[in-house]
Structure formats: C-alpha cells, structure tokens
Nanobody
C-alpha cells in the first residue's frame, strides 16, 4: 500500500523558515509529478508547488521567490524549503504524488504549519 508521510511542520515566527519533507513508501512506482498543496481554515485546498521526475517546477504566485521545491528520486522523497514565512502561509500542507500512466493520485495526511509571533 502506497503511503506518503509528511514531516517538518510546526510553529514558526514571521520571516522564519521551515523545511517540509514527504517520503513515499510501499511502492516502487516512479512518480511523474510530486508536489505540495495547502489548505487554510475556511479556504479551498490550493497548489503550492510541483516538480516532475525530469525536474520541471511550477510555483504558485504567492510563494515564488520564497519557497523552493526539490526531490530525491532515489529516496522517493520531495522537499519544500519555505523561507520568509508569512502569517498567510499558515495552513495544513499536503504532499501529493501522481502517476500519469495509471492516472493514480496519492495524498499524505498533512502537516500543520503555523506562522505567528
């Protein structure tokens, strides 16, 4: 059974930094796309960043210049380095992985990020 497990969330002050990790287990599938989504209370879940197996990256406009996504294919892990955090970044962050050939999408359980003084 495929599992995506996030870690690295927590409480941080404005302008601080966090690094999120998401490790996939239970599969030898090569994920075409891995990424991060977030959902704040009362809001829709929104895309934060994605990265393909070939290294193509997309960011939401709200995080460009502050967040960096990367992946280690050998470890089946995707990372999100978050710098210059703002209170509006507060949300539950979810890892996502997609296999296009089977049209299967996998989700992690989420990790809470709270930006507050």
């Amino acid at each position: 059974q495929v599992q995506l497990v996030e870690s690295g969330g927590g409480l941080v002050q404005p302008e601080g930094s966090l690094r999120l990790s998401c490790a996939a287990s239970g599969t030898s599938v090569r994920f075409n796309t891995m990424g991060w989504y977030r959902q704040a209370p009362g809001n829709q879940r929104e895309l934060v960043a994605t990265i393909t197996s070939g290294g193509s990256i997309n960011y939401a406009d709200s995080v460009k210049g502050r967040f960096t996504i990367s992946r280690d294919n050998a470890k089946n892990t995707v990372y999100l380095q978050m710098n210059s955090l703002k209170p509006e970044d507060t949300a539950v962050y979810y890892c996502n992985a997609y296999v296009v050939i089977t049209r299967r999408r996998y989700w992690g359980q989420g990790t809470q990020v709270t930006v507050s003084s």
